[in-house]
């Protein structure tokens, strides 16, 4: 039985044998020359080229197998898969490339209400309340954060492959977001001095040993409290940033740069780092570079500048350690961040004072300042 819908139109020198109604969708015939059998397919440049798959003596159920073979095509997998196979994708930091796999695994593996899953539906079918209704299942399991990546995400996909036609809507676009919970953990004096007593003794163990963890862990955490910085910025510091007065900072994010004061604490945790870097320079063999501004504070095992990626890897194995061997709860868990908003915290002095030791505009001293103020009564 012909499929239904409109008859195709019955080209120029189709050989006879073909019956052209019941030829597989996905599947057409140029005229040209003796004549071929030709799909589209997405090539290096992101752009559709025509791909012959058979000469005009193929035979209609060889025109069916070749379909059949490429039965996932068209479907939300084949779509994500040539996305993240594109120049485009390659092209991104590694942190964003692991950010979108992560939030295309999740997408791809949700259930749909046939049993199948999302990333076997086709594509060019999907609408708008197709993905909102995910979007709203996924937020509803009480992980908002997890639905905004896999709208974000949703997004992005269509809109790359609308601009390369190979789909003809983006049902991500007007899609309604998740409230999502800001996380503001202020972690708690115990935890920071137990996780901090436990950074420093697994940094003594012979490396690769049973419970030895990265040695700059305990630097990393007490420079970012004390200096009130981000893990980004702990990593940029250089030996250029000692000045008699203190450390002097190299804020991000339209923070302003400060010094901060010399105290017995900083200075000891800074003889550390210097002392750290350069065990590592010489056990590695690598050049001392000449200039200050080149001399990184926080080095790899390798010698090589720590990256972000590797340093959040290894904070999370000794957040894992330390929870499983008891030394903090898992409620009491805190990231290397979180510390930027402790050391506000703990700054004594007004909220002006705080604010300088910050570098924050007064909106985002919300974020980083948890103390309360002691006020007089009414009168």
Not at 217 to 243: D, F, H, K, S, W
Not at 345 to 372: F, H, I, N, W
Request: glycine share 8%.
């Amino acid at each position: 039985m012909p499929p239904a819908g409109r008859p195709r139109k019955v080209p120029a020198n189709l050989p006879p044998h073909i019956d052209y109604a019941r030829v597989p969708k996905g599947v057409y015939w140029d005229a040209s020359g003796t004549g071929r059998w030709f799909v589209f397919e997405l090539g290096d440049s992101g752009r559709k080229v025509r791909k012959t798959i058979a000469g005009r003596d193929a035979r209609l159920s060889e025109l069916h197998g070749f379909v059949e073979d490429k039965a996932g095509t068209g479907t939300v997998d084949w779509l994500a898969a040539a996305y993240h196979a594109s120049p485009k994708f390659k092209a991104l930091a590694k942190t964003t490339r692991a950010d979108y796999e992560y939030s295309r695994d999740v997408m791809l593996a949700q259930s749909t209400s046939s049993g199948g899953r999302v990333g076997l539906l086709q594509a060019d079918r999907l609408r708008t309340h197709h993905l909102q209704r995910l979007v709203d299942r996924i937020a509803a399991e009480g992980t908002p954060t997890k639905a905004a990546k896999v709208l974000r995400y949703a997004r992005l996909l269509f809109s790359w492959g609308l601009r390369r036609g190979l789909v003809s809507q983006n049902p991500g676009k007007g899609l309604e977001a998740p409230e999502e919970r800001r996380r503001q953990r202020l972690p708690a004096q115990q935890a920071y001095l137990a996780m901090l007593s436990y950074a420093v003794d697994a940094a003594a163990r012979t490396a690769r040993t049973k419970g030895s963890h990265a040695p700059y862990l305990p630097l990393v955490m007490e420079l970012g409290y004390l200096c009130r910085l981000r893990g980004i910025e702990t990593l940029n510091l250089t030996e250029a940033q000692e000045t008699p007065d203190g450390i002097r900072t190299n804020r991000r994010k339209g923070s302003r740069d400060n010094v901060v004061a010399w105290s017995p604490r900083l200075r000891a945790v800074w003889t550390s780092a210097l002392t750290y870097r350069r065990d590592i320079i010489a056990r590695t063999t690598r050049l001392h570079p000449l200039r200050a501004e080149d001399r990184y504070l926080i080095l790899a095992e390798n010698g090589e500048p720590l990256t972000r990626s590797g340093l959040d890897s290894a904070w999370q194995r000794l957040v894992r350690a330390a929870i499983e061997e008891g030394i903090i709860d898992a409620s009491d868990r805190f990231s290397l961040h979180d510390l930027k908003r402790k050391g506000g915290t703990d700054t004594p002095g007004t909220r002006a004072e705080k604010q300088d030791a910050l570098g924050l505009t007064e909106q985002m001293m919300k974020v980083y300042d948890k103390s309360v103020p002691t006020v007089k009564p009414s009168a």
